[in-house]
């Protein structure tokens, strides 16, 4: 359990609760848990105030972004945003581009766009040449199968130059 889930102990203490595991308690220790989930990069976790304090934009900024569709972040059943550590990386982006370049929102967003697209094409190439690259190997297994199942009691076959030199033979008495 994370010190932020609502079964943790109050003090933060990560652990077995009371009598849990103890010699005499009569329960038995539980097997440890695997986290319920793993923070990444695109996990949802900040609040839009919490968000706009960590990207310097002020809420209303964010609201407008999100209709724009510069950065869309996750929403709760009860329809509030979730930004990830990506959203907020990508809403500092978007202030640089504007404030620092002076780009204005829809050129910020056909800049995104394309980005992804980038993305995206260089994931299918990589993904590609794994593939070709899988081929190539398959390829090579099969030609050495074939370059071993040849029978090697066979002498290849040459061909007798023709010469006008005569060759006398004669039988040993």
Same mark, same amino acid.
């Given at each position: 359990?994370?010190?932020?889930?609502?079964?943790?102990?109050?003090?933060?203490?990560?652990?077995?609760?009371?009598?849990?595991?103890?010699? &005499?308690?009569?329960?038995?220790?539980?097997?440890?848990?695997?986290?319920?989930?793993?923070?990444?990069?695109?996990?949802?976790?900040?609040?839009?105030?919490?968000?706009?304090?960590?990207?310097?934009?002020?809420?209303?900024?964010?609201?407008?972004?999100?209709?724009?569709?510069?950065?869309?972040?996750?929403?709760?059943? &009860?329809? &509030?945003?979730?930004?990830?550590?990506?959203?907020? =990386? !990508?809403?500092?982006?978007?202030?640089?581009?504007?404030?620092?370049? &002076?780009?204005?929102?829809?050129?910020?967003?056909?800049?995104?766009?394309?980005?992804? !697209?980038?993305?995206?094409? !260089?994931?299918?190439?990589?993904?590609?040449?794994?593939?070709?690259?899988?081929?190539?190997?398959?390829?090579? =297994?099969?030609?050495?199968?074939?370059?071993?199942?040849?029978?090697?009691?066979?002498?290849?076959?040459? =061909?007798? =130059? !023709?010469?006008?030199?005569?060759?006398?033979?004669?039988?040993?008495?």
């Amino acid at each position: 359990m994370s010190p932020h889930h609502p079964d943790s102990p109050r003090d933060g203490r990560i652990g077995p609760g009371l009598g849990e595991g103890l010699p &005499g308690s009569g329960r038995a220790a539980r097997p440890a848990a695997p986290p319920p989930y793993v923070l990444t990069e695109d996990t949802p976790v900040y609040v839009i105030s919490v968000a706009a304090e960590l990207s310097g934009l002020h809420p209303q900024t964010l609201r407008q972004y999100d209709r724009l569709g510069l950065v869309c972040p996750d929403r709760t059943a &009860g329809r &509030g945003r979730r930004y990830s550590a990506r959203d907020i =990386q !990508q809403l500092r982006e978007v202030q640089r581009l504007s404030q620092d370049e &002076g780009i204005n929102l829809a050129g910020i967003k056909r800049i995104i766009e394309l980005e992804n !697209q980038v993305a995206a094409l !260089q994931a299918r190439a990589a993904e590609l040449v794994d593939a070709l690259e899988g081929a190539a190997a398959t390829l090579q =297994q099969r030609e050495a199968a074939v370059h071993a199942s040849y029978r090697r009691d066979l002498v290849p076959y040459q =061909q007798v =130059q !023709q010469s006008s030199a005569l060759v006398v033979w004669r039988p040993k008495r």
